[in-house]
T-cell receptor, first 111, second 114 residues
Framework: NAGVTQTPKFQVLKTGQSMTLQCAQD?????MSWYRQDPGMGLRLIHY???????DQGEVPNGYNVSRSTTEDFPLRLLSAAPSQTSVYFC??????????FGPGTRLTVL | GDSVTQMEGPVTLSEEAFLTINCTYT??????LFWYVQYPGEGLQLLLK?????DKGSNKGFEATYRKETTSFHLEKGSVQVSDSAVYFC?????????????FGQGTTLQVKP
């Protein structure tokens, strides 16, 4: 099992550009989440999904979109990047009632 | 609202010293509690967990006990090693529902010197 994979590992964008952060898991987990990690603030939940076709907002959803067309994939879209979105992004998946498994992260810089 | 608070870091210890990292939570219901560890340049890995009051989670010499009366889940290790240097995160589910959402503390950086 590859577990949770994320691409790209690093990305630099200019303000106003759009991009998609990819996340995939091969553990057949129903639940998937996106977090951002900023210094001194821990991880904050952006969006999460409880199954294919079902998504909901977390603590900091503004500026981000998600969709879940398959169990395996949960991409995160930035429609118009802003410097405030400079962060490290982590995707996670889990089975109901168990711990979350995290991907290696994507480090995003918005200039 | 629900929240998790950890002690501020960084924490610097000598090898073989005793480690305590404090964590307290506020939540409705009966949350599950976790400690995750992040080594430099990597994602988060589960270190240990507890799902009900008085449960003790343990792994790799680390321990934490779910104390509902003090709403705490402090991480301890009797003798730290240089390889334990990392960032440690305490996390809680939102209440009793463990369905893809976690609340994290701000993280505590541990540096262990030889």
């Amino acid at each position: 099992n590859a577990g949770v994979t994320q691409t790209p590992k690093f990305q630099v964008l200019k303000t106003g550009q759009s991009m998609t952060l990819q996340c995939a898991q091969d553990m057949n987990h129903e639940y998937m989440s996106w977090y951002r990690q900023d210094p001194g603030m821990g991880l904050r939940l952006i969006h999460y999904s409880v199954g294919a076709g079902i998504t909901d907002q977390g603590e900091v959803p503004n500026g981000y979109n998600v969709s879940r067309s398959t169990t395996e994939d949960f991409p995160l879209r930035l429609l118009s990047a802003a410097p405030s979105q400079t962060s490290v992004y982590f995707c996670a998946s889990q089975e109901l009632g168990f711990e979350q498994f995290f991907g290696p992260g994507t480090r995003l810089t918005v200039l | 609202g629900d929240s998790v608070t950890q002690m501020e870091g960084p924490v610097t210890l000598s090898e073989e010293a005793f480690l305590t990292i404090n964590c307290t939570y506020t939540a409705t219901g009966y949350p599950s509690l976790f400690w995750y560890v992040q080594y430099p340049g990597e994602g988060l890995q589960l270190l240990l967990k507890a799902t009900k009051a008085d449960d003790k989670g343990s792994n790799k010499g680390f321990e934490a006990t779910y104390r509902k009366e003090t709403t705490s889940f402090h991480l301890e290790k009797g003798s730290v090693q240089v390889s334990d240097s990392a960032v440690y995160f305490c996390a809680s589910t939102f209440g009793s529902s463990n369905t893809g959402k976690l609340i994290f503390g701000q993280g505590t950086t541990l540096q262990v010197k030889p």
